[in-house]
């Protein structure tokens, strides 16, 4: 059989397979320790698994609106728009199977094929997958972002960016001023924006995560922002996700979604509803307290460490640390290496456009963490010292 030529320029998520590998290990008897994935190990909070389990009782299995259900669109709608203090409809909310199809059904709608798409680095490894997906073309400057490389991207005919604050895998959030100044070289151009915030809610700064349209809302029309449940409230398997963007942009990714997966499944939209809704505020206030002592548990164990270099994160769940070493590095062989001779998982930074880094997520357990630290410094003194 002869496939898709274009399937052929995706690489598989390596975040996936190294969570798979390890896992497969550890089924094989291995004692081995994940500290690779983008999922906090808290269960779904009761108030959203009783609101599951009440949607199942009450018969709303059936299909629902391709886009989603009105209440949590309206839902979405309004806490958005209070947020922002800008005024979002639930016609302009499309609820996707998960953040991760939001944004592959937001690039579908906005680009054509040979579109060339700003993608900053380091970046969330699904971001040029999706644009090659839909036949766009990665642009990814060798330096971060800053008001000269998306200038410089606009006029060489990049059409759209993709933001992401705070970053994964850096945890990154921009100053005001810099947000401020990003916001103000993006209106000099036609480019449309899809702005990542899923980890919005998981800053910890007290400022929070500034936004593009906190200091240009006229750019409203063109950003499309996406976020969802799936981190802050610990519901990666429950698969949603939502966009907000203009009514043209809403309808014409919606349309994506009805031909391509119908809806996102009914019971977990219900389930989100009471997440969205407020009924688990005490559970999410303190799995994200709970969060903040381990990000601030981890950056004090890796301060002790000399062959890793990091930003202390001000947001997400995760530490992108640089290895201190005089060699040539190649991340995705440092990885492997790790896991079978220590058994301890952690993501490539080549995976994210960033070589000589990994990607160490804190959304495991205390003692993994700790001990997962105690295998990497082993691994890193063996090999270095
Ligand atoms: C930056 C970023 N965006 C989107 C997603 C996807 O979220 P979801 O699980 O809701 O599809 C992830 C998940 O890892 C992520 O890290």
Same mark, same amino acid.
């Given at each position: 059989?002869?496939?898709?030529?274009?399937?052929?320029?995706?690489?598989?998520?390596?975040?996936?397979? $190294? /969570?798979?590998?390890?896992?497969?290990m550890a089924?094989?008897g291995r004692d081995v320790i994940?500290? #690779?994935?983008?999922?906090?190990?808290?269960?779904?909070?009761?108030?959203?698994?009783?609101?599951?389990?009440? /949607?199942?009782? /009450? @018969?709303?299995?059936?299909?629902?609106?391709?886009?989603?259900?009105?209440?949590?669109? !309206?839902?979405?709608?309004?806490?958005?728009?209070?947020?922002?203090?800008? @005024?979002?409809?639930?016609?302009?909310?499309?609820?996707?199977? @998960? *953040?991760?199809? @939001?944004?592959?059904?937001?690039?579908?709608?906005?680009?054509?094929?040979?579109?060339?798409?700003?993608?900053? &680095?380091?970046?969330?490894?699904?971001?040029?997958?999706?644009?090659?997906?839909? +036949?766009?073309?990665?642009?990814?400057?060798?330096?971060?972002?800053?008001?000269?490389?998306?200038?410089?991207?606009?006029?060489?005919?990049?059409? +759209?960016?993709?933001?992401?604050?705070?970053?994964?895998?850096?945890?990154?959030?921009?100053?005001?001023? !810099?947000?401020? =100044?990003?916001?103000?070289?993006?209106?000099?151009?036609?480019?449309?924006?899809?702005?990542?915030?899923?980890?919005?809610?998981?800053?910890? $700064?007290?400022?929070?995560?500034?936004?593009?349209?906190?200091?240009?809302?006229?750019?409203?029309?063109?950003?499309?922002?996406?976020?969802?449940? #799936?981190?802050?409230?610990?519901?990666?398997?429950?698969?949603?996700?939502?966009?907000?963007?203009? =009514?043209?942009?809403?309808?014409?990714?919606?349309?994506?979604? /009805?031909?391509?997966?119908?809806?996102?499944?009914?019971?977990?939209?219900?389930?989100?509803?009471?997440?969205?809704?407020?009924?688990?505020?005490?559970?999410?206030?303190?799995?994200?307290?709970?969060?903040?002592?381990?990000?601030?548990?981890?950056?004090?164990?890796?301060?002790?460490?000399?062959?890793?270099?990091?930003?202390?994160? =001000?947001? *997400?769940?995760?530490?992108?640390?640089?290895?201190?070493? =005089?060699? *040539?590095?190649?991340?995705?062989?440092?990885?492997?290496?790790?896991?079978?001779?220590e058994g301890?998982?952690?993501?490539?930074?080549?995976?994210? +456009?960033?070589?000589?880094?990994? &990607?160490?997520?804190?959304?495991?357990? !205390?003692?993994?963490?700790?001990e997962?630290?105690?295998r990497?410094?082993?691994?890193?003194?063996?090999?270095?010292?």
């Amino acid at each position: 059989m002869k496939y898709s030529a274009n399937i052929h320029t995706l690489s598989p998520s390596v975040t996936l397979r $190294l /969570a798979a590998q390890a896992k497969e290990m550890a089924r094989a008897g291995r004692d081995v320790i994940s500290l #690779s994935t983008g999922q906090p190990d808290f269960p779904t909070p009761a108030p959203i698994r009783e609101a599951a389990a009440k /949607a199942i009782s /009450a @018969g709303k299995t059936g299909y629902t609106a391709s886009s989603g259900i009105r209440e949590l669109r !309206e839902a979405v709608a309004s806490s958005y728009s209070r947020r922002r203090g800008l @005024g979002w409809t639930p016609d302009q909310v499309v609820v996707s199977c @998960g *953040a991760k199809y @939001g944004i592959a059904i937001l690039v579908a709608s906005a680009i054509n094929p040979g579109d060339k798409v700003l993608i900053p &680095r380091p970046y969330w490894v699904s971001y040029p997958e999706i644009v090659r997906a839909f +036949g766009g073309v990665p642009v990814v400057p060798a330096e971060g972002i800053t008001t000269d490389t998306l200038l410089g991207a606009a006029s060489d005919g990049a059409v +759209g960016v993709i933001l992401n604050y705070p970053s994964n895998p850096s945890g990154y959030v921009p100053s005001s001023a !810099e947000m401020s =100044d990003l916001a103000d070289a993006i209106a000099e151009t036609d480019m449309w924006i899809i702005s990542d915030d899923i980890y919005e809610d998981l800053t910890y $700064l007290d400022s929070g995560t500034p936004h593009l349209l906190d200091f240009r809302p006229e750019l409203k029309e063109r950003v499309a922002v996406v976020s969802g449940v #799936s981190k802050t409230y610990s519901m990666t398997g429950w698969r949603i996700g939502y966009c907000l963007c203009s =009514d043209e942009w809403a309808g014409l990714a919606g349309v994506f979604q /009805a031909h391509t997966t119908s809806n996102p499944c009914s019971i977990s939209q219900w389930a989100a509803l009471a997440a969205v809704e407020g009924r688990a505020e005490k559970e999410r206030r303190k799995m994200f307290e709970t969060l903040r002592g381990r990000r601030d548990m981890i950056c004090s164990l890796l301060a002790e460490e000399k062959f890793l270099e990091y930003d202390k994160p =001000d947001g *997400a769940f995760y530490v992108f640390a640089r290895i201190v070493s =005089d060699s *040539a590095l190649d991340s995705a062989e440092f990885c492997s290496e790790l896991l079978e001779e220590e058994g301890l998982a952690i993501i490539p930074g080549s995976s994210f +456009g960033a070589e000589g880094f990994v &990607r160490i997520s804190f959304a495991a357990g !205390e003692e993994d963490i700790r001990e997962g630290l105690r295998r990497l410094g082993r691994f890193l003194h063996r090999r270095y010292d």
